[in-house]
């Protein structure tokens, strides 16, 4: 099972919207709606944005969106600010071992 | 509010062992699923392993299946990875991250990580 792909940066301005694409197979982001999104900071805890495709969790920011079509998901980030500055994960449910794949990673700059 | 803090990370030699602990507070630990995931140096985030609520069933990735053991404790509080014949590619930080009821597929809180070197 390999990780899925995703764009290795992306980069906008403070208020632009942003897309970050998550890549898989029909086997996994295409098999089930269980995609999820995760942001890190160096040294501190990852933060989940986005579960299931698209649900946020509470506390998290409208900003923050999700959707899926067929085997490739997306994170869009809307009103840019320079605290989203960060690397960014996507994972999905693969339905066997390994069971939880990631992505390979986007970092997202705010220029 | 929900905190996880790793510890028990440090530098080893290939082929040793080394356990890590993972303390948890601020919710109900018995009644949740836990997972570690790893992340080596200037590498993507990789699952390794997921211990069910009451430690009933166990799942790891490929790369550690039967070198590395993750357990609890419900009565600390605490999950536990076991790693044995370590090799330098598992050089990473660990996190341990918390699996919502009937959500095993996510991971809603993480700790901050424990950094396993292993180097000769």
């Known amino acids: 099972q390999s990780a899925l792909t995703q764009p290795a940066s992306v980069s906008g301005s403070p208020g632009q919207s942003i897309t970050i694409s998550c890549t898989g197979t029909s086997s996994d982001v295409g098999a089930y709606n269980f995609v999820s999104w995760y942001q890190l900071h160096p040294g501190k805890a990852p933060r989940l944005l986005i579960y299931d495709v698209t649900n946020r969790p509470s506390g998290i920011s409208n900003r923050f969106s999700g959707s899926k079509s067929g085997n490739t998901a997306a994170l869009t980030i809307s009103g840019l600010q320079a605290e989203d500055e960060a690397d960014f994960y996507c994972s999905s449910y693969t339905g066997s071992s390994p069971f939880y794949v990631f992505g390979t990673g986007t970092k997202v700059t705010v220029l | 509010q929900v905190q996880l803090v790793e510890s028990g990370g440090g530098v080893v030699q290939p082929g040793t062992s080394l356990r890590l602990s993972c303390a948890a507070s601020g919710f109900t630990f018995s009644t949740y699923s836990m997972h570690w995931v790893r992340q080596a140096p200037g590498k993507g985030l990789e699952w390794v392993a997921i211990v069910s609520y009451d430690a009933s069933q166990e799942f790891y990735a490929d790369s550690v299946k039967g070198r590395f053991s993750i357990s609890r404790d419900n009565s600390k509080n605490t999950l536990y990875l076991q790693m044995n014949s370590l090799r330098t590619e598992d050089t990473a930080v660990y996190f341990c991250?918390?699996?919502?009821?009937?959500?095993?597929?996510?991971?809603?809180?993480w700790g901050q990580g424990s950094l396993v070197t292993v180097s000769s």
């Open positions: 991250a918390r699996a919502p009821s009937n959500r095993w597929h996510v991971f809603d809180y």
